[in-house]
């Protein structure tokens, strides 16, 4: 399918599943305001690619006048990684600006390669961002990346918290970080790509991709296994961080600090 067709299909076969939540989430956290100038990152897979698709359209059709640049960044990949996604983003009609760095050398040595990759992929993207005039960079994350990362907080950092659908940049002044599909689900993501014909990276990592696993992929392994019983599991994983309850909380942490259940329980009549 070429690009009129791939963007007719998200009006058509995925409207309910795709368009209609991406429009839920930039209205409902409020992703955009008139005259923002957004950095849409295109890693080359499925996710980021889908995201872009949808700005594009956005551009065009959007309630809100915005400004949108779709940044690829080259961490080191192979030549064949690098023609699939130029291929990928000229069906898609994306006007994309390429940028290289030496992200996979840096971290082939490192003892959590992982973290450092996307630590080191975030600062590039929000240099180049703001030497764009980009006051916001937009990534691809979606509903199953959320409720995983939530689980693999509390399993493995022992800690509760999520991904959130905007988040200021600590380190640059005016930027802010947004999740435009954070209401779409990864297999309508696979279901658009598919409908299409399209063929995205999956991993083009040289670490990763040697591996048999990772906690991510048991966790969704996990959360899958735990929804054939009981079909509501992911939604509650969702719930759980929309719906705390700081009262029945042992502790937490802000700005200000740690605070107990035990601060005011001494205040609290019987």
Known sequence: MEENEIINSLHGEFARTITRKFSKAVEEYRLLKSGDKICVCISGGKDSMLLAALFRDYERHGSVHVTVRYLVMDPGYSEENSVQIIGNAKRLGLPVETFTTEIFKHTETSENPCFLCSKL?????YNRARELGC????LGHH???VIESTLMGMLYG???QTMLPKLRARNYAGMELIRPLFYVRERDIMAWRDFNGLSFLRCACRITSREDGSKRQLVKRLIAGLAEDNPQV???IFR???TVRLDRIISYKDKDGVHTFLDNYDDELF
């Open 121 to 125: 992929r975030r600062g590039h993207l």
């Open 135 to 138: 006051n916001k960079i937009a």
């Open 143 to 145: 509903f199953d990346d």
């Open 158 to 160: 022992g800690q509760t």
């Open 234 to 236: 992911e939604q509650n």
């Open 240 to 242: 759980s961080v929309c």
